[in-house]
């Protein structure tokens, strides 16, 4: 295959939904190529078939106890609960406080696994034997529309929205494929504020950080709510993990304060930060990473 038509394909497939695994490969300028030349196929052996297979399977079987935890246990419902309840203290106490008066209110948060549910598409995909959630799995299962909400989130969005408080879902899912899909399904889930100015997805960049400014501007954020470091406006992206780690620890009066945090074992950066291209590791490779970092 051409490099320009594999290049093409990378960047249309890692577009297409809400978490690109692995790089992508940049595209020939459309202003130096034909287009009448330019005919995007994928061409793949038996054993690069094969190898991907192994890796789906691989990824899938490292995945199944925490997403089983995920999806059965009581206590990933309790943590749910207690981070709503732990946002919606700050929301009410914000509300009362005569400082905030100068800026309307507001939250951030994220969406996926952090008030909507994607636990059993992924659960599905993983008992097929595959655990790797790419772009283009993810664009599919957005437009399934099936997210369904997490445990008390409906309930907690909805008094945040009665007490007057602006909700911002600030989610890394690509804007140009997944937005109307996304507002559909949280207006099915009966969430609020669910309109161009409130579903604010990735478009040009997925750092979080210019949406965060966009929001501060206007608004006095209470807190921030997500499953990933980077939906926090702590400036985690790109980082290696000693360095997350250490952002965290910097930050680590805001939890549970102004930041709200919930629990995701399933898929995150957390995962990309434990090696330098980690996701597109040979499955024997993740292994001696994995074991390197559990015998520390």
Known sequence: MKRSSLAWYVAVAC?????CVGPVVQADSPTTVKASNIVPTTVTTHAEQAALKQKQQYQADTETMGLLWMRTSAE????????????????????????HQRKPLAIVLDAD???????????ESIANGNGRFDAPWWRQAVHQGKSQAMPGAVEFLNEVHKQGVEIFYVSNRYAPVNYDATVQNFKELGFPSVDKDHVLLFEKDSDKQPR????????????????????????????????????IDTHKEDFG???????????GSWVSALAKGYQNLSPEEQKQ???QYLQQ
């Open 15 to 19: 577009l297409g939904g809400s978490l």
């Open 76 to 99: 990933y419902r309790a943590l749910a609960y207690q981070g709503y309840n732990v946002a919606l203290n700050a929301v009410k106490m914000a509300v009362t406080d005569p400082s």
């Open 113 to 123: 696994e952090t008030v909507v549910d994607n636990t059993k598409l992924m659960g």
């Open 212 to 247: 965060f400014d966009a929001i501060a501007k206007k608004y006095y954020v209470v807190l921030y709510m997500g499953d990933n470091a980077g939906d926090f406006p702590i400036g985690t992206k790109g980082k290696t993990l000693a360095e997350r780690n250490a952002i």
């Open 257 to 267: 304060t102004t930041f709200v945090v919930f629990p995701n074992p399933a898929y």
């Open 289 to 291: 990473v994995n074991n």
